[in-house]
């Protein structure tokens, strides 16, 4: 369970969260929403960048060098101070950021394929059938083919709560397939492999000879 843990991609469960609490946003007041919608946004993404700093300020000298955890969790902070005071200007522009937060979302499933192919486990189907899920649902809210804004904010609802959903099961999935995978390959390494057991040599314990008596040489002159 602790491996598990571990594994689970806690930034991505804020975003799956908070698509799923947009979607219903969009669903329930369609476009009056936008602006609570883009305040949830700000606040997650400042959110998510402060913990990516905190993270990387955490790590170990040699991890850290490696990452750039900081930097990405200014450039989300930054992101969300600028939505949060931009809501206005950016609520016109509801539909586009829906639209490329589906596109966002159908890479992330094509990231979560490959991460599975590491980890041993064949959902190439599965992966494959969501990204292009997620592609087509972008593509229709960006191109604005219903023409009716509030169908469109109906389906941009729709798409994101699918996101969301699909999102947070892909992480938790993920996350026990490496805890399992990652398991396997203890035990591999703790168990003896059939090589070695084949080289070692029986040890053969030595029986001491039994010493013969050497006969008496009889002095001829006490015969």
């Known amino acids: 369970m602790l491996e598990f843990i571990k594994s689970v991609k806690k930034n991505l469960v804020i975003f799956s ?28 993404s400042a959110v998510v960048g402060v913990i990516n700093m905190i993270k990387y300020l955490m790590m170990d000298v ?20 600028f939505v949060y005071f931009s809501n206005s200007a950016i609520a ?16 992330l499933k094509l990231q979560d394929l490959l991460d599975s192919k590491r980890v041993n486990k064949n959902v190439m189907t599965v992966y494959c059938l969501l990204a292009l899920a997620c592609f087509g649902m972008g593509i229709l809210i960006l191109a604005d083919i219903l023409k ?3 169908l469109t904010y109906l389906i941009a609802g729709i798409s ?16 026990f397939a490496l805890a399992d995978y990652e398991d ?24 001491p000879e039994e ?5 008496e040489n009889k002095d001829p002159e006490n015969i």
């Open 211 to 215: 010493s013969t008596p050497e006969p």
């Open 17 to 44: 969260l908070v698509y799923v609490v947009i979607g219903v946003l969009l669903i329930i007041g369609k476009k009056e929403s936008i602006r609570a919608v883009l305040a949830i946004v700000a606040i997650g």
């Open 160 to 175: 994101l709560i699918f996101a969301g959903i699909t999102d947070l099961a892909s992480n938790i999935y993920l996350a």
């Open 184 to 207: 396997e390959l203890n035990k591999a390494e703790e168990e003896p492999k059939e090589e070695d057991i084949e080289n070692v040599e029986p040890i053969v314990q030595e029986t």
């Open 92 to 107: 016109s522009k509801g539909p586009l950021l829906f639209g490329l937060s589906m596109i966002l979302s159908g890479f």
């Open 62 to 81: 040699k991890e850290r060098y490696h990452r750039n955890d900081f930097l990405v969790g200014a450039a989300l902070m930054v992101a969300g101070v």
């Open 148 to 150: 009716t804004e509030d």
